[in-house]
Nanobody, 123 residues
């Protein structure tokens, strides 16, 4: 069993940056692929990227020029660095953990989810 908790969200002006953290409790964090999703108002959950146990990362084309994913297995923490934010990035951001060996964009592949953290970007 893994419990996840995101932090680092908040209000930022357009063009600014935020770094989200996702702390995991439980065992074997280093074996899980950690993913980041977001949910815009009135929309479904959108996959942003993931980082597997080896540190292989994948980011979707829509954010790969502005976002970065990393993890620190010693701290049981995954990160989402977001730069050049725009109002269109306003959403609830979720981290998720799953046993897939390579990053996967399907939410169904991730068994554990955090409660989410709100990111609001003002124009």
């Amino acid at each position: 069993q893994v419990q996840l908790l995101e932090s680092g969200g908040g209000l930022v002006q357009a063009g600014g940056s935020l770094r989200l953290s996702c702390v995991a409790s439980g065992r074997a964090f280093n074996l899980y692929t950690m993913a980041w999703f977001r949910q815009l108002p009135g929309k479904g959950r959108e996959f942003l990227g993931a980082c597997n146990w080896r540190g292989d990362t994948y980011l979707t084309d829509s954010v790969k020029c502005r976002f970065a994913i990393s993890r620190d297995n010693a701290k049981n923490t995954a990160y989402l660095q977001m730069n050049s934010l725009t109002p269109e990035d306003t959403a609830v951001y979720y981290c998720a953990a799953g046993g897939v060996r390579t990053p996967d964009n399907s939410a169904a592949k991730y068994a554990y989810w955090g409660p989410g953290t709100q990111v609001t970007v003002s124009s």
